[in-house]
Every structure is written in C-alpha cells, then in structure tokens.
C-alpha cells in the first residue's frame, strides 16, 4: 500500500476556484466507485490544501490520474499556486479511525 501527502498554498484568488476542481474530482470518484484508492483533501484557513492519497495496488499506482476531473485540476496548478505542491511519501504513525488498517 502507498500513501502520498500533497501540500501546496494556493494563491488567495485563486484557492475557491482550486477548491472546486477538487470537488469535481471528488464526484468523479465517487462516480466511478475505483477500487483501492482512498482519498482526503483538507483546505486550511491560509488557503493551503492537504492531499493525502492511499493506493492499494501492489505497484502503488492509483487511478486518480487517469480521472478527467483531476486532469482539469493539474491543468493551471502551479499557476493558483503562491508555493508549489510539495509530494512526499507518507506513513501512518497513529490512526484512530480515519484509514483502513493494514
């Protein structure tokens, strides 16, 4: 199992528009139900927005960027962005609840 946290700052002006690109990702996933892939976006009160992503697949790919929504939401990322998506590799060092157990 992979999990991925994704932080980036989004411009002021730009961080609603950002939002509902993740929405719209969000709706397509639970469109098309795809197995092994949990997903959570959080926006903090600075506009900065938390991704973390666990694929279960053996080689750790998700089908999250093969979604047309999400492709709409990496066209333009860096140009919402005031600091650019930071991805690290991540690993669950306390859960009360929130992942599935592995």
């Given amino acids: 199992m992979r999990r991925t946290l994704i932080r980036y700052k989004a411009k002021p002006e730009m961080a609603d528009k950002n939002a509902e ?26 506009d900065t ?5 666990e694929a279960a697949s053996e080689d750790g790919s998700s089908p999250i960027p093969k ?6 939401f990496q066209d333009g990322i860096r140009d ?3 600091e650019p998506p930071l991805v690290r590799s ?8 929130m992942l599935e157990q592995s």
């Fill in 67 to 72: 979604l047309a929504a999400f492709q709409a």
């Fill in 80 to 82: 919402r962005c005031a």
């Fill in 49 to 53: 927005f938390v991704h973390f992503v």
């Fill in 90 to 97: 991540a690993s669950i060092v306390g859960n009360y609840r």
């Fill in 21 to 46: 690109l993740v929405k719209a990702v969000f709706a397509e996933l639970k469109a098309a139900q795809p197995d092994g892939v949990r997903y959570l976006t959080l926006r903090l009160e600075d």
